[in-house]
């Protein structure tokens, strides 16, 4: 197995104004989420969340501790919320206890000194582990989630191309956690655009994750302060930072599936700032 990190720094929003489109796609841009027997992350310095994807094949792959977390293991001061986004079923080992997740089904990891092992069930058709990680407080157990668990509001409409039912499945409504949050937004056939209108939460910093999107399709994801947007024009799976200062939408030449993942000050999930559509720039 082999395991991969970087680190990203925080932005002023002042100096991201400046930013170029290459600038702007190293600092929020996660391009490589998944790799065959990789494990591939990013730790951000926006409430210090990791974001990543394990993708185990031919070999079981451990969730190692690494050198920035100055920890004996990954979850010593660490919650972390997983989805399985491969179309095989896949086996998270937590300690000595076994949660076997199917497609868009999810796990909450609470703290504690013990380790994190990903594989898959078949070779031929593995597992996609996409896992965000915050700093915990406080141990709470682990607990496997479904769509059937979830708490779905069903939004938006065909005629303004943005209708979608959020899927709440690692929220405090589900699960008990410390602070992180996490669901799952799937765009019906004939939609395409998510998140409008447009909001942002200084409380908290979010990361998308984008998939179900075809090959020869792609997402324009729009960020940025309300007068001073930007885009990162993205493929399926792969994953954006959105600041606390930015609002974090998107817009593609398809429907597709996002899991959408917070970590902050507080657990509420409805504590956003919106903005007129008509006043974005």
């Known amino acids: ?40 992350m990013v730790y951000s310095m926006y409430d210090r969340m990791v974001v990543g994807g394990a ?18 293991f990954f979850t010593t001061r660490r919650e ?3 989805f399985n986004v491969g179309k095989g079923e896949g086996v998270v080992k937590v300690g000595d206890e076994e949660f076997v997740l199917g497609y868009k ?29 915050v700093t915990a407080h406080k141990e709470y157990p682990c607990k496997k989630v479904t769509k059937k668990d979830a708490v779905v509001a069903h939004l938006g409409s065909l005629e303004t191309s943005n209708e979608r039912d959020i899927n709440k499945m690692l929220v405090s409504q589900v699960v008990d956690s ?20 447009a909001h942002v939460h200084s409380r908290r910093m979010e990361a998308y994750f984008y998939f179900e999107v075809p090959e020869d399709q792609a997402v324009c994801h729009f960020m940025g302060e309300v007068q001073e947007t930007r885009n990162i024009w993205m493929k399926g799976d792969q994953a954006v930072l959105s600041p606390e200062w930015s609002i974090h939408s998107a817009a ?9 993942g917070m970590g902050g000050e507080n657990l509420d999930y409805g504590d956003q700032d919106f903005s007129k559509i008509t006043d974005l720039k």
Not at 109 to 123: C, L, M, Q, Y
Not at 252 to 260: C, K, Q
């Open 252 to 260: 593609a030449t398809h429907n597709y599936t996002f899991i959408w």
């Open 105 to 133: 089904e999810a796990l909450y990891i609470g703290r504690g000194d013990r380790d994190v092992v990903f594989s898959s069930k078949d070779a031929n058709c593995p597992a996609k582990f996409y896992f965000n990680s």
């Open 178 to 197: 410390c602070q992180l949050q996490m669901g799952m937004t799937e765009l019906a056939p004939g939609s395409v655009w998510n998140t409008m209108p």
């Open 1 to 40: 197995m082999k395991t991969n990190y970087e680190i990203r720094y925080a932005a002023h929003p002042e100096d991201a104004k400046s930013y170029d489109t290459a600038r702007i796609r190293r600092d929020f841009l996660i391009e490589k989420v998944f790799a065959a027997d990789e494990v591939n």
């Open 80 to 82: 972390i919320g997983v």
């Open 55 to 72: 993708m185990p094949v031919n070999e079981a792959l451990k969730l190692e501790a690494i050198d920035p977390l100055k920890a004996d």
